[in-house]
């Protein structure tokens, strides 16, 4: 507006919009990829060459919001930026054109080959340190990572996974895998530590050494680790008490402790309410925790070897939402195996034997006294009990012709 004398005077000027880009959320993951300077760390490990129109940094953040962005084929991250408008914002002056596969595929070779578990962790701190997360506890789990193909029984790289067969957490004992070790924080699920182990590497031995990676990251405020009943061991138990850090894991249920402090629980009349949390409809009652902590004598195991029974603390928890779904699990389980063992049974007794040392070995299978996997003995069943016993009988078998035998045939054999 323009001001002059007793009056005022309205200027108005014609716009004009050039280009229109439906930029969607990408600039969002630009912002946080600069707060977290993921250019500079990658910029520090693999310096760029003055010839290279694209440094390693701003290569790698075009190839996260690519993939953010639902496209992962290195030929296509130019053209689906430049639609997207996000080529100037990279970079000043860059080009749809310094975006080729081969440019970003020469950037992928270069951070695989210094270590991609150097920049995972100095990432990862950084979220840390500028979103100022606090890191109490630490989350371990694992699971394993199915191959496809033939691979070499040893690795060529030094430290290299080496693939073997294992327990599969998904189900391929068919293939050879490797095991992947993850943690997070607590507050974010901000991965933390990464390891990738021998396809048949034990979680009992891996919680270890998850341990010393942990305290060698120098968190702030760090009291210990979360982890399934894996990480229950002798030896983690006394590497948690000699660095003195807490572990919360599940107590395996065959473990002896676990089975006295589940016997002690039913015997208690009630125990403390722990938590409370409404249903999660109008109709759900509300779910709750009981529970209470207790001391027992457990057999520790420390660095030097010495085995020694000391005092931990276990909770007893009973939750009433778990207890009902576990109610309607073995319900439906029930149901599902009595009509295995019906149809078992039918086949079973439609079954001849033409002597007794192939019934008894067959009774053998069936009653699961051969040896199974992994040394382990099978169990067919789980909720039902079924006997068998064998019963000698004799039939006459048909004649290979039709109508009266003659007198001269031998009698039919049984």
Known sequence: MLSGGDYDRRCSMPVSVQQSHPIAHLPLVLDVLRRLEVATVVDSLIPPHPAHGLSGGRGVEAVVLAILDGHHALYKIGRRLEERGMVALLQPGLTRAALHDDRLGHILDALFTANLNTVFSVVALKALAVYDLPTPWLHQDTTTIALYGAYEDEPQTLGAPRPAYGHSKDGRDDLKQVLLSLGVSGDGGIPLR????????????????????????????????????????????????????????????????????????????????????????????????????????????????????????????????????????????????????????????????????????ALAAYEGQEQGRRGRRPRPWRYHTVRYHIVADTRRTRRARRGRPAKTDPPAPD
């Open 194 to 361: 990464l390891g990738v182990r021998d396809g048949n590497r034990s979680d009992s031995v891996e919680t270890p050494l998850v341990i010393e990676e942990c305290l060698a990251l120098g968190l702030e405020g760090m009291r210990g680790i979360v982890a399934d009943s894996k990480a229950y061991s002798r030896r983690t138990l006394g590497l948690c008490r000699e660095h003195r850090i807490d572990l919360v894991p599940l107590v395996p249920r065959t473990c002896t402790v676990r089975q006295g402090l589940e016997a002690w629980g039913r015997e208690q009349s009630a125990l403390p309410l722990v938590l409370e949390k409404p249903g999660r409809t109008k109709d759900e009652p509300p779910r709750c925790w009981h529970g209470q902590s207790v001391l027992r004598q457990v057999e520790v195991e420390y660095s030097d070897g010495r085995v020694t029974a000391e005092a931990l603390r276990f909770v007893v928890v009973h939750s009433s939402q778990l207890a009902q779904q576990q109610a309607q699990t073995y319900a439906s389980a029930q149901g599902k195996e009595a009509e295995a063992v019906t149809d078992h049974a039918k086949r079973v007794q439609a079954q001849w034997f033409a002597c007794l040392p192939d019934a008894e070995a």
